[in-house]
């Protein structure tokens, strides 16, 4: 049986078409923007995939849609976009331009998956001196 994933900020499905390449089975898929949605379908046609605003997804119902129950999710696939990181200041976790993050965060608590990968950009670890990557993780811990 091939490991279940699912893929949010999916885009037009670069992360998916990888993990689809090495034996993934990627069961569900989401993104905000409408156009990354049509060119993704159209790539992974057997792939339940919503343009939906991640606040908006109810991860409890995601997980009825892909018959599967909390915990039995092999890995959750992400790069949430967020700003915040990216301008000078000392409260990343409460910038508002990083609420992505806290979205995805929020999905790893209530889909439970045995894994998970975060994509982001170079910023996250090293800006203002690694202090928004050890909030980052520390979320990612609780």
């Known amino acids: 049986m091939k490991p279940k994933a699912i893929s949010l900020f999916c885009g037009a499905g670069g992360c998916s078409l990888g993990f689809e390449q090495a ?4 069961l569900y898929s989401n993104d905000k923007d409408k156009a990354a949605v049509s ?4 790539n992974f046609p057997e792939t339940l995939c919503t343009n939906e605003d991640i606040d908006n997804l109810d991860f409890n119902e995601v997980m009825k849609s892909i018959g599967l129950e ?15 990181f ?12 990083n609420h992505l993050l806290k979205s995805y965060v929020l999905a790893l ?3 439970n998956p045995k894994w ?8 996250l670890l090293t800006s203002n001196k690694g202090k ?10 609780e």
Do not use: H
């Open 109 to 111: 608590k209530t889909l």
């Open 86 to 97: 990216s301008t000078a200041g000392t409260r990343f976790w409460d910038d508002p331009r």
């Open 132 to 141: 928004y990557i050890f909030e980052a993780a520390n979320a990612f811990i």
């Open 70 to 84: 909390t915990g039995e999710l092999d890995i959750l696939i992400g790069g949430p976009p967020c700003q915040g």
């Open 39 to 42: 060119t993704y379908k159209n």
């Open 116 to 123: 998970f990968i975060m994509e982001n950009v170079e910023g």
């Open 23 to 26: 034996g993934y089975s990627i």
